[in-house]
């Protein structure tokens, strides 16, 4: 079902070559266009649309075709409609150019998608660690980090059901996993 | 025990034994026993509130369920609370403030442990953020399993601790001191080797006459090798290794 898009997005996406839109229900509009016109649509959209606030960022990585998928999402508070605007970039060497400059809280995620996918944002104010400060690992959204197995190398895990537990609980003892044969409470006794 | 890399100098294990139950005189006992019931009865609780478990305390402390009558109370400071209670997942950012946070709290301290996360990490198992069993890193008296735990399971949990305080059997802390070497090699195996406290817990092992075989081991030794860190506290990891390069 696609609805008809207001004249006034229809001027601006008329400016971008090879833009795909979809309007899919009344209030969110979805765009795919090539990477290297999406700082001159965000322009425009805030220029002439009236697109001032920059929602979110939000990356996708796709294995098969070896690249990122970059949203920006869009919202104007005049006729109260949201853009979504697509892009893909190759995930080698996975560079893209910040829009800072257009939307100043991109910097904060565009931070955030270098910290957790590694795309380095050309331009960006500060690509320094932001919430994963004391993390040396890869980026830890990509695909190819196995968490699983992070986890399995570096926690241990706790046995639920072990038998001396089981026979204790059949007594009606409360015990506690450090008071087992392994636990620490039980040698110090 | 290696005793050489320490200014504190730890008392021989003989020494330091703990009388046995059985051995202290009848006035002791007495006063033991009514010191412990005083204890059990007047229990102030920190709320480490980083999971979502803190939802749960406001019942279990208000009119509803109302956990004054058991004598337990909120208090805002570790310096003069008894209780830790962590309500739910912790990171490995997290952690390190609940270490300090523990360390800074006076003894006889008591750990709880809220819902399935402290456990074995709950529905976050296979984060990599997250940990798995707070009982590796700080001593936990009791667990309240659960997800989430209701505030009857919580009071339960309280209950069961009073009663392990009043019976004498809540001594998790005084194996922090014992097996200190084993509780920081986990936090070293998260935190890097230069993972340091403010807090010197080899000392207060030896003033509370609490220093076992465990107090003291390769990793406590690693605490000597960055002590210089305290100096430096606040300069990156790649800065300090610069420094103590050209030092």
Redesign the interface.
Known sequence: MTQQVPEQLHAVFREIPGIRVQHDSERRVRVTLRADTLPALLELLKGRGGYLHLSAISCVEWPESDEFELVYHLWSYESKMMVSAHIRIPRDPGRFISVYDIHSPAGFFERDIHEMYGVFFDGAPDMGKFI????D?PP?MRKDFS??G??ND?????P?QPEWLQQAEQKGA?V???EGPDG??R??R | MNQQNFPVQVAPLESCREPGPEERSMLRKVLDRVGQYCQSRSLFVLHYCTGCGAIELPPSMTSRFDLERVGMQPMVTPRQADILLITGYLS??TL?RVILTYEQMQSPKYVMGFGSCT???GMY?????T???L??YI?????IAGCMPRPEAIQQGFL?LIERIDGGRA??W??YY??YD?YLGHQQ???GRDWLTPTDVVGEAAHYRLA?D?TLGPHTALLDQYAGYHQAWGVPREQYAELEASS
């Open positions: 994963l400060t004391e993390w690992g830890p968490t699983l992070y986890v570096t926690y241990e895990w706790q639920y409360r506690l996993p450090q620490p409470l040698k110090t | 490995v950012k390190k456990i074995n990490g198992w296979n984060s990599y953020a940990v798995k069993r009982g590796d001593p936990v008296d009791t667990y069961d001594v998790a005084k194996d014992r097996n084993r195996h998260l935190f076992g465990g």
